[in-house]
């Protein structure tokens, strides 16, 4: 895995490789120098990362092309019939949240290597959220303290088991459990999948793909957290069946009714913290010429959840009855529009397509659902993504 991306780099920066598929780290400012062209399928989730991925070529002055090549999602669709809202709007402003408590932790346990962690003292480096973060890792046996000390002025130094914590984290995920996808061939690790994301891409049977080559997983090992794979030549593809329920925890009103000597209104949007949990119960093999669904196989997978954010409007029994009355279906009412609002919400605020998800009830389902419009982060521990998306709202609708 390591070893394929550093092999990729070296060909394309001495010119060996004429070109490269990359995803979107591609955009965290490397300097090839000799890119001509940039082309960019889809829109990346923000004008900035656009902007970013198009300066990879023309470097030292030199003339360059950029292509947008637009999908079928409303986003890209939208910047083809207006293009001007594409290209004078500014670049969006970047939110880091500090209060995540899986990356804290990691954080933490790094920092603490370095010089002890003291509650006085660091705070102001790692926010609220830091005293909370010392006594999980304290628990955890990666802090400790002179106990003879009082709390506040306590100095907590690293004795974990590791020599260089940050060799244990990764970069570009949060979750430090993932599994580990081999090939038969040569017995070598293609890809380290995050363990929420897994189920949707490893399974017996399933079709997995890699630096463009074709494998078919065959076993599937969960307490080991391996699948091993075997490369085959297929007319096919999978995708799983599953669905994600999500329990909102709490209920208050994030914002109180507003009047005004204009207008009258109020809202009952909220944003809780969630659990988000997925459940994965079969999947198709679909022709890859036609779209075709070829067959279906049951799974027996174990479920996934995590502790998120959501932001969620309850929509009112009136509109419901609107709805009915003039025989349309409300359930596909309230897919479309948790759709359409997760296609607004990269207009107003920097993230990726996979950073938020939506409570996208099937309509054709007959389990119980709630009657709610709700988007979540689907990053364990959430990333503050759907409490900008109450702001921004609160934003606009004060105005």
């Not at 890699?210 to 997983?217: A, D």
């Not at 009412?333 to 948790?338: I, R, S, T, Y």
Request: net charge neutral.
């Amino acid at each position: 895995m390591g070893q394929d991306r550093r092999r990729i780099e070296n060909e394309f920066f001495n010119g060996k490789l004429r070109g490269v598929a990359a995803t979107n780290a591609l955009e965290l400012g490397i300097d090839v120098g000799h890119i001509d062209a940039t082309l960019h399928l889809g829109f990346p989730g923000s004008v900035a990362s656009l902007w970013q991925q198009a300066g990879r070529s023309g470097r030292r002055e030199r003339p360059a092309l950029a292509v947008y090549v637009a999908f079928e999602s409303p986003l890209d669709q939208y910047f083809m019939k207006f293009p001007q809202k594409l290209f004078q709007s500014p670049i969006e402003s970047c939110h880091v949240y500090a209060h995540n408590q899986q990356v804290l932790e990691q954080h933490l346990v790094c920092a603490a290597l370095e010089h002890p962690l003291s509650l006085v003292y660091d705070e102001k480096y790692f926010g609220s959220c830091l005293n909370s973060g010392i006594m999980s890792l304290a628990n955890k046996g990666y802090l400790s303290s002179d106990p003879s000390r009082n709390l506040p002025s306590q100095m907590w130094s690293y004795i974990g088991h590791e020599k260089k914590p940050s060799h244990a984290i990764s970069i570009r995920a949060i979750e430090t459990e993932r599994y580990k996808v081999f090939t038969n061939k040569r017995n070598e690790v293609l890809e380290e999948i995050e363990e929420s994301k897994a189920f949707f891409q490893v399974y017996e049977g399933a079709v997995y793909m890699h630096q463009g080559k074709t494998y078919l997983v065959k076993v599937l090992n969960l307490s080991a957290k391996v699948a091993l794979c075997q490369e085959a030549n297929l007319k096919y593809y999978t995708k799983t069946r599953d669905y994600t329920d999500i329990d909102v925890i709490g209920g208050v009103i994030a914002y109180p009714a507003r009047i005004s000597d204009v207008q009258q209104w109020k809202t009952t949007a909220q944003t809780n913290n969630c659990k988000v949990t997925t459940t994965w119960f079969g999947f198709y093999r679909i022709w890859r010429r036609s779209n075709e669904i070829i067959d279906s196989e049951d799974l027996s997978l174990p479920k996934y959840s995590y502790e998120s954010q959501a932001v969620w409007i309850r929509v009112p029994q009136s509109i419901k009855s609107e709805v009915e009355i003039k025989q349309f279906s409300f359930r596909a009412g309230l897919h479309a529009a948790c759709h359409a609002l997760l296609n607004v919400v990269p207009l107003y605020i920097m993230c990726n397509s996979s950073d938020l998800a939506s409570e996208c009830v099937n309509p054709h389902e007959t389990r119980y659902f709630p009657e709610r419009i709700l988007l979540y982060d689907q990053h364990p521990g959430g990333i503050g993504l759907s409490v900008q998306v109450i702001i921004r709202y609160m934003s606009f609708t004060c105005v």
